[in-house]
């Protein structure tokens, strides 16, 4: 995911651009760059393939120095990684452009500014929007005036930096899918894509909302909201507990990493959703290409990506069409795997460096697959490096050992890829895509209502204090839930837990049913819905104690030994990713009741690094 900074001061703002690209380099980029108005008044710039160092270096060896500028870290979309498709784009000498996201008109814009004479130096979606500025600047001779003329023609997504050699006194900057922050000083401010790339140079920060235009000077800030009206965005201080390495007023890391879910995944979402429509480009510029002759797909992760993967299957085969086998990577790499024709292999960490993981990609690349794809959190990881195409979940770091937001971000990521894949292969029933994109728009809140469940979650964790065994149960692409959920209460509070498709109940489990083994079960309000009340009703029959996590409209209410808690309605498809909030509750604070180390459960580690 592509990283912004820009700054305007008095000082030379060349280091504070490179720092704040290194502080970015955790989000993943294949090239860097950066164009400052210099002491000779002119745009000049400095682009490399690879790491920022390769970037710092042509610096030092061609020193660039000015008082004005942008940088940028990219991650391809529209052309390969290379030195000409690198941000900062140029127009002439006179306007330079950073941008974040995909515009997804760029192709008839591109035509169009070809018929004015503009001559294209990239295969960037990028370069259109500073031409674009440029030509609206012959009419419209203020920069910001012609930025807001100019993100009316843009559709898609973007977080834009722009300056120019006109008016070198402003950077401006317009945002639409895609976070920008600017960070304010003293006599100097400045602009990035996440606040952590500015914390070297300031701790007040105000953040842009959806459709915003800003202009940045260094003693005024100026706000447009979508509608053109000036508008006052709050000033935040950021204080050093609110570091990602400090849990800040929670007990535990893995509670605060519970409580960051609907900030994470909206991040994780930001750029990526269109109109109606996912961006398919968001997965690499061969993506379109490589997912249009995708006839199966082969997901291979471990442990709690391995879950996410389960919920995948359901997806990718109910409304996408498209066969899809989950295989643990411990397994597959020591198997003879026959590989289906036109097969896509998807691998899952969050830290991209999981042995098993990798060294079943790594066999993989000699199976015959069509291509990889790495849903992954760290962008620098092995397993993106070895990966065709990538996406990025960006739920930042993740310090509990035990999961919490990397699942459901991995899951919304793999959301992000069913919808992709039906579209380019045309096997989406119609409207579906159109109508899980705005659910997938309402999904952080109804997160946030998830997490308002926290003092009934906590009250219902007492039946578990003096219990040591407990049963989860799911059914369709509620069950992988339920395993997730087992495997989050035995990792961090060390009950013995498992978990069963709730069909399965009678089939062997129910021998073990009695007052002390509690049964957990999740219920969204779906199809299958009454064929799970009778499972239940098996287990109360054995008098056995029963947690169900119902949708307020499946109409279950207490009994005796029957504890039902009432989680909020969602879309069908999205309810993994909502159940997921009050099994992660409910496991931590039975392990808090149990005093174990919650954040470093025993004999476990991050990442998996090892067989």
Same mark, same amino acid.
């Given at each position: ?20 690209? /290194? ?85 008839? #814009? ?139 007023? =929670? ?41 249009? /002759? ?19 299957? =359901? ?20 198997? *003879? ?56 979940? #960006? ?9 919490? /937001? ?99 109940? /009678? ?25 799970? *009340? ?53 496991? =931590? ?23």
């Amino acid at each position: 995911m592509c990283g912004i900074v820009g700054a305007v001061a008095e000082r030379n703002i060349t280091s504070i651009l490179i720092e704040g690209l /290194k502080r970015l380099e955790y989000r993943g980029y294949d090239s860097a760059g950066l164009a400052v108005f210099s002491q000779q008044g002119e745009l000049e710039r400095r682009r490399r393939i690879g790491k920022v160092s390769e970037l710092e270096a042509a610096v030092a060896a061609e020193p660039l120095a000015g008082h004005l500028g942008i940088a940028h870290t990219r991650w391809a979309t529209h052309g390969a990684p290379s030195e000409r498709n690198a941000h900062p784009h140029f127009s002439g000498n006179d306007v330079a452009v950073v941008h974040n996201g995909i515009i997804e008109n760029h192709e008839a #814009l591109r035509e169009e500014l070809k018929g004015l004479g503009y001559v294209f130096t990239s295969e960037t979606d990028t370069e259109v929007i500073v031409h674009l500025i440029h030509h609206l600047l012959k009419s419209v001779p203020d920069l910001t005036d012609a930025l807001k003329a100019a993100v009316q023609r843009l559709h898609g997504a973007y977080g834009l930096a722009v300056i120019s050699a006109r008016q070198p006194d402003r950077l401006v900057a317009a945002r639409s899918g895609s976070p920008l922050v600017i960070g304010l000083g003293h006599g100097e401010n400045f602009l990035a894509s996440d606040q952590l790339a500015l914390r070297q140079v300031t701790d007040r920060f105000m953040y842009l909302e959806e459709g915003d235009i800003a202009e940045i000077r260094r003693d005024h800030v100026s706000v447009w909201d979508q509608a053109g009206h000036a508008v006052q965005r709050e000033t935040v201080q950021y204080h050093e507990g609110a570091e990602a390495a400090d849990k800040g007023v =929670y007990r535990h890391f893995m509670l605060k990493e519970i409580h960051e879910q609907p900030s994470v995944v909206q991040r994780t979402l930001e750029g990526r959703l269109g109109k109606d429509n996912v961006m398919v480009q968001a997965f690499g510029p061969q993506a379109a290409e490589l997912f249009a /002759k995708v006839r199966n797909v082969q997901i291979v992760a471990c442990g709690t990506s391995y879950h996410a993967g389960m919920v995948a299957r =359901y997806w990718l085969e109910g409304l996408a069409g498209i066969p899809c086998q989950v295989e643990v990577a411990s397994e597959f790499r020591y198997r *003879k795997v026959v590989v289906q024709p036109d097969t896509l292999f998807v691998s899952i960490s969050q830290s991209g460096e999981t042995a098993d993981t990798l060294a079943a990609l790594r066999n993989a690349k000699e199976l015959g697959f069509l291509g990889s794809l790495a849903i992954c959190n760290v962008g620098i990881s092995s397993l993106v490096r070895e990966s065709d195409l990538t996406l990025l979940t #960006l739920a930042g770091p993740e310090i509990g050992v035990a999961s919490t /937001k990397a699942f459901t971000t991995q899951l919304v990521s793999l959301m992000l890829l069913t919808l992709a894949l039906g579209q380019v292969r045309g096997t989406l029933a119609t409207g579906v895509e159109a109508e899980l994109v705005e659910e997938l728009r309402r999904l952080p809140a109804r997160l946030g209502e998830a997490l308002a469940m926290d003092d009934v979650v906590e009250k219902t964790a007492e039946l578990f204090a003096d219990k040591h065994h407990t049963l989860f149960l799911g059914r369709g692409a509620q069950y992988p839930v339920a395993m997730e959920g087992a495997l989050k209460l035995k990792e961090i509070s060390y009950i013995h837990a498992e978990a069963y498709p709730a069909g399965e109940l /009678k089939h062997g489990p129910l021998a073990l049913v009695d007052s002390d083994m509690p049964v957990v079960t999740v219920a969204p309000n779906n199809e299958l819905l009454e064929k799970l *009340k009778s499972n239940l009703q098996e287990v109360r029959a054995r008098g056995g104690e029963l947690v169900v996590f119902a949708d307020e409209q499946a109409g279950m209410s207490n009994g005796e030994g029957t504890h039902v808690i009432k989680v909020p309605h969602i879309h069908d498809a999205l309810a993994p990713i909502l159940y997921t909030i009050p099994l992660q509750l409910l496991s =931590y604070y039975v392990a808090v009741l149990k005093g174990t180390d919650v954040d470093q459960p025993r004999n476990l580690a991050k990442s998996v690094t090892v067989e």
